[in-house]
């Protein structure tokens, strides 16, 4: 499932959409803003536990304290994002079954400590 957002459509559309698929147990998601959009990740997204792949592009990212992180993601790809990198290296981390890392223009990201034993890509 890929949601392209184009500008017309509001933050808090993009959370009932969001929340929409999590209900579904989507697997799959790719969320691509326009660059220079703050949107801030919803916390629905956080509970899509089943995901496999995710792709975020040009957004916030701000898990709430509650997330201990996904745990089935094969491939994660994070593109012009702002995430602190604490929380950066929590995220993959939390991913033992991570195959495929793509990581592009990140704002907040100096260094990064990368624990993923199963990876075999990093871009």
């Keep these: 499932m890929s949601l392209i957002i184009p500008e ?3 933050g808090s559309e ?9 209900k579904k147990g989507v697997e799959e998601f790719t969320l691509k803003m326009t660059v220079g959009k703050d949107y801030k990740l919803p916390s629905s997204l956080f509970m899509c536990l089943q995901l496999k792949h995710l792709s975020l592009s040009s957004c916030l ?15 994660l790809e994070l593109d012009f994002v702002t995430i602190d990198a604490r929380v950066l290296e929590n995220l993959i981390s939390s ?29």
């Design 95 to 123: 991913c033992p079954l991570l195959e495929q890392l793509v990581l592009d223009f990140l704002s907040e990201v100096d260094y990064l400590e990368i624990d993923a034993p199963m990876l075999k890509s990093l871009n």
């Design 14 to 22: 993009i959370d009932h959409l969001i929340y929409f698929l999590w």
């Design 8 to 10: 017309l459509i509001g």
């Design 61 to 75: 990212i701000n898990p709430p304290p509650s997330f201990k992180g996904f745990n089935r993601p094969i491939r």
